[in-house]
């Protein structure tokens, strides 16, 4: 993380700072409840993800977004398995800008063919999938 700050400017340092530095009341009953409860009694709050899930993820809701469907005309389902109809759409898009084999697998063969504006949708369906993290690194211009 430390090389991403080294390309901003003071400014942009600074203001992260001050964002930092001015704190944000975070309300942590629910983490309480959890804590103080027995085993058992409460669900979980937080849903972690793998880096894997979130990127398939993100494929699915850029496919969606440049207006693949699956046989039955309806938006691919985001939910994170490469099935046979998030594959398909895949070909689809590979073929169209030039990968060979289109085989539906998603890798760097694919996003170093993606033209610009196509990464930048692909950025915003990272965020958008993606954990805190992520979001902030977005936010923040950092991805």
């Not at 430390?2 to 992260?16: G, P, W």
């Not at 944000?24 to 894997?52: A, C």
């Amino acid at each position: 993380m430390k090389h991403l700050l080294n390309n901003l400017t003071e400014e942009e340092k600074n203001a992260i700072r001050e964002q930092h530095t001015g704190g944000m009341k975070i309300v942590n009953e629910n983490f309480s409840k959890l804590v103080n409860t027995k085993l058992g009694d409460v669900k979980p709050l937080v849903n972690e993800q793998s880096d894997e899930v979130r990127l398939k993820k993100a494929v699915q809701c850029f496919l969606n977004k440049k207006g693949y469907k699956d046989n039955s005309n309806q938006p691919l389902k985001v939910d994170g398995l490469m099935g046979g109809k998030t594959s398909e759409a895949l070909s689809k898009y590979q073929s169209k800008i030039g990968v060979t084999p289109a085989d539906g697998v998603w890798g760097p063969s694919t996003q170093s063919k993606m033209p610009s504006g196509d990464v930048q949708i692909f950025k915003q369906c990272i965020s958008d999938e993606g954990d805190f993290i992520d979001k902030g690194m977005h936010f923040l211009g950092l991805d």
